[in-house]
C-alpha cells in the first residue's frame, strides 16, 4: 500500500525551500528534455532518410555487362558480351531466395520529341519492363494497371505512361486509359498511369517521366533481340544479397566463357551495403546523442546529490531526534533516498512531456510543409526511448540520494544535542 502519510511528510520537506528544490530539479528537467530533443531530431532525420526510399526494396542488387578485361578460351580480352533470359532463368532456379528479378531495357532515339499523343509531342525515357519488377522499385498504379504476364507472353502492344507524361501530353481531364500513343514512330495503347513512391529513388529516369512497355514487346518491335545488358532481383528479407552477389558474377562468368578472375567484366550493385552505411551511421549519431544527453542530465543529477547533503546536514538535530527516538537506520535512508527519488521523477517527468510536445509541434510544422526533397520527417522520441529515459531517471534519483542516505545514518543523537 501507498505510504501517504510518508509521501506528505517527502513533499513538505521539499516544498520547504521552493525555489531551491525548483532550480535543483531544473537540472534534471533541462537534461532530460535536451534528451529528448536530440533523440527526436536525430529519429527525424532517419525517418526523412527512410521516405526517401519508400518503396523500393533494399535488399536490392543490380547486375550489368561490361567489356572483358582477361582473355580467356580463345577470347581476346576487350570483348563486348550480353546476358539472355535463359540466364536469368539459371540465376532463379540457383537462388531460390530470390523473390523477384527483372531485366530492364531503355530505348534511346535520336527523335528529341519521341512521344506523341495527338498534336503535342515530348522527349521521355522509354523503357521495357517485367511484371516483377514493380515488386523492386514500386510505383504507385494511378490509373489502369502494370504490366502482367500476359503481356508479356503475348507481346502485347501496350504501355504505361507516367504522371508527368499524362499531365503534360493529355491533361488532367482527358481519359487515358485505351487511348494511343505514338512511341517512336509505333502505336502503343495506354493500360495504365503510374507515379513514383518518391524521385529520390530512379533506376534509367523517373517513372513519372516514362514510358513503360512489355519487355518482350520491346525487343521484337524494335529488335532489341534476346540481348539483355541491366537486371535487378530483389532476395527474401531473410537473405543477404550482399552475401549471393559473387555467386551470382561467378555463375554468370561460367556461363558466358569469362575468366573467373576478371573483375570487371561483370559489374554489381547493391542497396544493401549503402543501406547498412546509412544504418551504421544514424546508429553512430544516436549513440553520441544518448551521450550527450545524459552527460546534460548527470549534471543535474550532481546537483541533486549536492543539494540533498546540504539538505541533510541542515536536518541533522531533526535526524538525530528521530534516531534518539528509536527510528532505525532503514527508515532514515528510505526517508532522504525518496526525497531525492520524488524531486528527480518530477523534474523528469516534466522535462519528457515539454520535450514531447515541443518536438510534437516542430512534427506539426514540418508536416504542414510537405516536400518531397524534405531529409526531416516525423520527429519523435519512439515508446522504447522514453521508457529507458524514464528508467535512468529512476535510476538516477536514487543514485544522487544515496550518498546523502548514507551521510544521514551516521548521524548520532548527541550531533543533535550539539546542534542544539
Not at 192 to 214: C, D, F, M, W
Not at 244 to 260: N, Q, S, Y
Not at 391 to 408: E, H
Request: hydrophobic share 45%.
Amino acid at each position: 500500500m501507498i505510504d501517504l502519510d510518508g509521501l506528505k511528510e517527502i513533499w513538505q520537506t521539499i516544498a520547504r525551500n521552493k525555489t531551491r528544490s525548483l532550480l535543483t530539479a531544473f537540472g534534471v528537467f533541462w537534461g532530460i528534455f535536451i534528451l529528448v530533443v536530440l533523440s527526436s531530431v536525430g529519429n527525424g532525420f532517419e525517418n526523412g532518410l527512410m521516405r526517401q526510399i519508400e518503396g523500393f526494396s533494399l535488399n536490392t542488387g543490380f547486375i550489368f555487362t561490361e567489356q572483358t578485361t582477361e582473355p580467356y578460351k580463345g577470347y581476346q580480352k576487350g570483348r563486348y558480351w550480353s546476358m539472355d533470359m535463359n540466364d536469368l532463368e539459371a540465376i532463379k532456379d540457383a537462388f531460390p531466395e530470390i523473390v523477384a528479378i527483372s531485366p530492364e531495357a531503355s530505348l534511346y532515339s535520336s527523335d528529341e520529341n519521341n512521344v506523341v499523343f495527338g498534336s503535342k509531342s515530348g522527349s521521355y525515357t522509354v523503357k521495357g519492363l517485367m511484371p516483377e519488377y514493380n515488386q523492386i522499385d514500386r510505383c504507385k498504379i494511378v490509373m489502369g494497371r502494370f504490366v502482367n504476364e500476359t503481356d508479356i507472353a503475348e507481346k502485347r502492344k501496350v504501355c504505361l505512361i507516367g504522371e508527368r507524361v499524362y499531365e503534360e501530353m493529355m491533361g488532367k481531364n482527358v481519359e487515358p486509359i485505351g487511348k494511343m500513343i505514338k512511341v517512336n514512330g509505333i502505336y502503343f495503347e495506354i493500360v495504365g498511369v503510374i507515379r513514383p513512391y518518391n524521385s529520390h529513388t530512379q533506376v534509367n529516369g523517373e517513372a513519372s517521366k516514362s514510358v513503360i512497355l512489355p519487355f518482350t514487346t520491346m525487343q521484337q518491335v524494335f529488335g532489341l533481340g534476346d540481348k539483355i545488358n541491366f537486371f535487378l532481383y530483389t532476395a527474401r528479407d531473410d537473405a543477404s544479397v550482399s552475401s549471393m552477389e559473387e555467386d551470382i558474377k561467378t555463375l554468370l562468368k561460367l556461363r558466358h566463357d569469362i575468366a573467373p578472375n576478371d573483375k570487371e567484366a561483370v559489374s554489381a550493385y547493391n542497396v544493401e551495403e549503402e543501406f547498412n552505411i546509412f544504418k551504421a551511421l544514424f546508429k553512430g549519431i544516436h549513440i553520441l546523442i544518448w551521450i550527450v544527453g545524459l552527460g546534460t542530465l548527470m549534471s543535474g543529477i550532481i546537483g541533486v546529490s549536492n543539494i540533498m547533503l546540504v539538505t541533510v546536514k541542515e536536518r541533522t538535530r531533526e535526524i538525530g531526534v528521530r534516531r534518539a527516538l528509536g527510528a532505525k537506520p532503514k527508515a532514515i535512508l528510505t526517508q532522504v533516498m525518496s526525497e531525492s527519488l520524488l524531486l528527480t521523477i518530477l523534474a523528469g517527468l516534466v522535462g519528457l512531456c515539454f520535450g514531447v510536445l515541443v518536438m510534437a509541434v516542430v512534427g506539426l510544422i514540418v508536416a504542414s510543409n510537405p516536400s518531397e526533397t524534405t531529409m526531416f520527417q516525423d520527429p519523435n522520441m519512439n515508446l522504447g526511448e522514453a521508457i529507458v529515459a524514464i528508467i535512468i531517471v529512476i535510476v538516477s534519483g536514487l543514485l544522487a540520494g544515496l550518498l546523502p542516505a548514507l551521510r544521514a545514518i551516521q548521524i548520532k543523537a548527541i550531533d543533535a544535542i550539539r546542534e542544539e
